[in-house]
């Protein structure tokens, strides 16, 4: 795909929701690590953890295309991840069923549970908002990938949220 190139006066329009990407992501990756460590439910603090550390991935991203932008008024094509958002899906739900038996989660794992699924939510929303923002097809390309991404993590959160509340219903469901 061809980069479209920004003058500066442009490069401020097109960078701004970069950085409030990255600030949603870095929001969002404090609250899952405090998550993790007030759990008291294996899962929960897993989910929380690995969640978090999907949030330095999408930071990373962000910051590359926010740096090429930056210094050269290009946007750069984005590094795919070797595992798509429904193979991440699966192998945390294969994860996720080797924790059977293990305690139910408390009153305050359900709720940071519900709590990450709607940071997940607008953040995906805030995503769709934006591709409509551009005709950089790199743009559109990171922006679909979070979008992606986000809906991915909404899928894990909601199949913990019944994993927490009914797990022989998530069990079940799984077949």
């Not at 439910?41 to 962000?62: C, G, M, V, W």
């Not at 740096?67 to 699966?90: C, F, L, N, R, V």
């Not at 038996?101 to 709720?111: K, Q, Y």
Request: proline letters at 4%.
């Amino acid at each position: 795909m061809n980069a479209k190139h920004y003058s500066e006066e442009d490069k401020e329009k097109i960078l701004e929701p970069f950085r409030i990407a990255l600030k949603i992501e870095r929001e969002g990756k404090k609250f899952l690590l405090e998550a993790a460590e007030k759990s008291e439910h294996p899962a929960a603090k897993r989910t929380f953890e690995y969640l978090a550390s999907q949030e330095d991935n999408h930071a990373e991203k962000i910051q590359k295309m926010y740096q090429a932008i930056s210094d050269t008024g290009e946007s750069i094509p984005m590094e795919e991840d070797p595992e798509s958002p429904q193979e991440k899906i699966i192998g945390f739900n294969r994860r996720l069923a080797e924790l059977k038996g293990e305690v139910r989660a408390s009153a305050g794992d359900i709720e940071a549970y519900k709590t990450a699924l709607e940071m997940e939510e607008d953040t995906e929303e805030f995503y769709r908002q934006k591709i409509k923002d551009t005709d950089d097809p790199n743009v559109k390309r990171i922006y679909e990938y979070f979008i992606n991404e986000e809906s991915a993590h909404s899928v894990m959160l909601r199949s913990c949220l019944e994993f927490m509340e009914d797990p022989a219903s998530w069990f079940k469901n799984q077949k």
